[in-house]
C-alpha cells in the first residue's frame, strides 16, 4: 500500500470586502481531524498558510488511541518550539528519531 500525500486543509476562503473588524480580531478557522493517525496533515497546511490571509486556527484531533494523541503533540511541540530553545539541526535530528521511532538518544529521550 503506497502511502498517500498529505494534503492542505484551506477551509473557506475569507473576503478581503467583508465588514468584519479584522484590525482587533482575526477570523477562526475550525479544522476537524477524524482518525488521520499522524499530524502532516496539519504541519503541511500551517506551513502554507502564509500564504493566506491572515486567520486563527483551531485544530481539533479525534483518534482513537491514545498514543496516536501522544504522538501528534510531540510533533506539535517540536515543530512549535522556539528557535532559541532548539536549533534548526537538533530540531531535525530529534524529529526524526521521533517519527521514525528509532533508539532514542539520552538528549531526545529528555525531550520526550
Known sequence: MVPQPA?????????????????????ELDVLLLGSVDGRHLLRTLSRAKFWPRRRFNFFVLENNLEAVARHMLIFSLALEEPEKMGLQERSETFLEV????????PVAAFV
Do not use: Y
Open 99 to 106: 517519527w521514525g521511532n528509532a533508539l532514542l538518544r539520552p
Open 7 to 27: 494534503v492542505i486543509l484551506p477551509g473557506p476562503p475569507v473576503d478581503p470586502d467583508s465588514q468584519a473588524d479584522t484590525v482587533h480580531s482575526n477570523p
